[in-house]
């Protein structure tokens, strides 16, 4: 089966999902609670992974890019308008991740302070680890 | 140019921004009177959310002895801290007051998340288990005047190297000079923490051990650098008991130690040191307690930009 883009007049191609990570990115996005069309294609060929899921979304909306390359960097989001690719966008593992995980340090200051930006950095690239801004505590690619 | 720039962890000054530090305080050594009206007008907030003895009194000292005037709290109960003000908060209103602030805190990062909403310079004055490198720079200026030289050395760090902030703020820091060797003696449960291997010794290709007895690495170390085992730091009161006394420096163990090397400690100790050795000549930790307050003048001065 082939997937062409042809069908999205306006929205959001995600392509290049490692095959079985897409779930993870539709929960991500929240796209079971929307209520326009989306689409999610498990398994599609590849040439380049053999398979790979896509998701298609036929609207226009907000996306943290920086939490998708967490997931998985070698998707790309292709930005529709009027059934053609408008931007191209090639995800990268974010070198600083901010407000999606929280420290599990009980000593960190992030468990007493509220209302401070909770900032993960990229401490180890090829083990994809990241460590608190704070309190410099190590959490793991699967933890964040 | 350090004025008005922060001192959070010891990386966040280059090498010559801390020699020009070691200068001036080498300089205030010499002629201490010279310095006296350095600070005239200005203010130092002493934020301590945690019990000290040495870094607050150093602290406050060193801005008396510039000429400088000192408000803040030594406790938390003492202050809005209590009904529940955040640090941010605090900081933004202290910066309404004073020059400069210090700030001691049990929670890691703390520190950083002043700094984050300050408008004037902050000092981390040790943030939980986590850095104290002002420590570090009374530290790296006991070393380099006792040396005359802070690279070309073997240190070994012997206690509690898990939770120990002087450790982990002194390793960063000295990872920077040239031909630095560690021996890292700790009990199994208190090790280093990996992200100081990996990031601080392993990245930079330094040398290092790590060890479980204190005896079997004295002949090799230039310096010895004994911390306490610390109760405020465990949230179980068990293991404090058992791991307390796993090293205690005793005259039989220092026969077996080069006759220059230097035993330095952050204080207070407990009974890590056995006070036998404090009139041994190479018994350092209380000149370098001394050497703490001036240096914290030299910081003072620098990020206040008077000198």
Redesign the interface.
Known sequence: MTVSINSIKKGIVIDHIKAGHGIKVYNYLGLDKVDFTVALIKNAPSNKQNKKDIIKIENAMNIDFTVLGLIDPTMTINIIENESIKEKIKLSIPKKVEDVIKCKNPRCVTSVEKNIPHIFLLFDEEKLEYRCQYCDEVYTFSEV | MLEGRHLIEPMDFTNEELDGIFELADSIIEDEKSYMDKCRGKILASLFYEPSTRTRFSFEAAMYRLGGQVIGFSEPSSSSVSKGE???DTIKTVSCYADIAVMR??????P??AS?YSDIPVINAG????QHPTQTLTDLLTIRRTKGEIGNITIGCCGDLKFGRTVHSLIKALSRYENVKFVLISPSELKI???IK??VLEKNGIEYVEAEKLEENMGSLDILYMTRVQKERF?NEEDYIRLKDSYILTPDKMEYAKKDMMVLHPLPRVNEISPEIDSDPRALYFKQAKYGMYVRMALIAKLLGVC
């Open positions: 955040s640090i941010a805190h049990p929670k890691e990062g703390a950083k998340v984050m943030d939980g288990g986590h923490p990996d992200y990996r990031e949230f």
